[in-house]
């Protein structure tokens, strides 16, 4: 019995932190590449909205998945266009960026809101997910949550291991020099950009393909933000971020599961994922650790490479 | 030929302000394509959309009670955006207002008298300014980012609100609708013309508007927010204090929108709920940037914005346009003035190109 609501508690708080991995994942390698981009609400929104309805339309979550990432990575071109091509002001952008996502996704969905979607199949690991206690746990949950991981996985990789990945990393810290070097400092970034719009496309996918089958406008309610939040609470290293994700997945379960017990109001409970997100990015900011101090040199700051 | 982009020595001032026209021009476009993508006859709609709101006198009535709101917080706004501060939680600092002010007026409710109406204002605007003290004070003294503060915080307003209307704030008689009482007419704001909804707060506004031009234009205080966020090293050979600038914005803003929600929920709202605005507080960072951060500017943006929300209720009625299209008119606007304002600062020259004539 109890063995079993462990069991029900860990799953969900795995469901509830992966839309959060997908975009901060995508985000930390956008940052990492020296560009902040704060449209990642927008375009989990987007990546929600289209995921849904073409998995809808067609039947198919796959290509609903598929959709949403492209969605994503749509948005998020915009977004490169403007602040890396025409040099806009990267802080406004990206809350243009929000703006025009919450109202594009509003638009595109009112027709589909009160359908539903059959959730993503479960993908039960054969062998492993029968383990007792771990195994549905960890292995018996759908596709996009192991893909989240191996994201996680490949991202640490991909950066620490890989000369695309230290390329990536060297436009981060200064485009002046990485440019000097002859690293198209440009190209890069806009890739890092369309990857992290794809990722968090792909978490709008879950919201609305997996956590909650179904499309509500604004239905992110504020998780691209805490993605944002998340980056920096993971000082821009993949497994912090992921450690992040899950710590804050398990607040969300949490205070569902605290409002049954304690007799306070619904929104006292629902607020705590949004103080907790403050209160760690103080006690981040404040501890002698400094988080700040490994972020990006470069971050946010424009560059136009002087023919 | 060929298209050489090379970047101006100076910006030029014409072009700043002819970008916010050639924005709105081109959001039109896109605008007709949108109605077109979405099965509706794009010419019509799009009068309804931007004409309608403005054919009658209580048209243009119903437009100031829109713009005031939306004007008053883009000032507060732009006196922080142009130090680079990023104060994007107005719409909970103007939550935190109306709680202040509503607290105000039910506690009194049973009393009348012309003080009660000061007292919301205060109370409106010491609730902004506190809830804006929030992310000034984690970003001077641990330099936690006041964009995530400031915007988490707001979630938590709303939630508040739901507290107090869901909760204690509920009135009796209200048949267990989320709401409290109506306020009484102490706690109104008297209205300007009869007839109309508008009321007091938009000469407050217009009042603001005109002191911010002086703030900033005139006054010490306004050159050294512009250095702060221009030229932040000559700020601190200058003397002049990055923290202080922080606070000054955060405070001139969390109180001009605090006072924004007091306006709204003692003028056309007359009561607190769940949801008081239709995202002023965020709408109003776009009126901000469409009005150049300049007072004036962002009186012409608020009408403007103004225009999109009626002009988008009419359209509903008339061509079934779903309500969210005033969003993504609100938001293409900001991409296309953010995309424009490469032309102010660079110059694009169709010039022949050189062939170089080498040996083959």
Redesign the interface.
Known sequence: MISESIVNISAAVISASTPLLFAATGELVVERSGVLNLGVEGMMLMGAVTGFAVAVSTGNPMLGILAAAVAGAALALVFAALTLTLMANQVATGLALTIFGIGLSALLGSGFVGQTVPALPKLALPGLSSLPVVGPVLFGQDGLVYLSVALTAATAWFLKRTRPGMMLRAVGESAESAHSLGLPVIRIRYLATLFGGAAAGLGGAFLSLSYTPMWMEGMTSGRGWIALALVVFGSWRPWRVLAGAYLFGGVTILQLHAQGIFSLPAQVFSMLPYLATIAVLTIISAGPWRGRLTAPAALGKPFRPSV | MQVKVEPRSETSRAVVYATPVLAVLLTVISGYFLFLF?GLAPAKTLYHFLISPTLTFYGWSELCVKAGPLVLIATGLAVGFRANV?N?GAEGQLTLGAIGAGGVALAFWDQSGVWILPLMCFAGVLGGMIYGAIPAY?KT?????E???S???T??AT??L??LV??PWRDPQGFNFPQTRMFTDSALLPLVLDGTRMHVGILVTLAAAVAAWVLMTRAVIGFQVKVVGQAPAAARFAGFSRNRTIWLSFMISGGTAGLAGTFEAAGPVGQLVPHLTPGYG?TA??VA?LGRLHPLGIIAAGFLMAISYNGGEIAQVEDRL???????????L??YL??C??LS??RIRLASSRREVGPS
């Open positions: 979405l990023w994007i984690l003294r641990f330099e936690v980012s964009i995530l503060t915007l988490m915080l979630y938590v939630l508040g739901g507290i869901y909760g965020f960072i776009i940037f779903p309500q969210a299209a005033t969003g993504v008119f609100q938001g293409m900001l991409f953010l995309a304002d490469f600062r660079y």
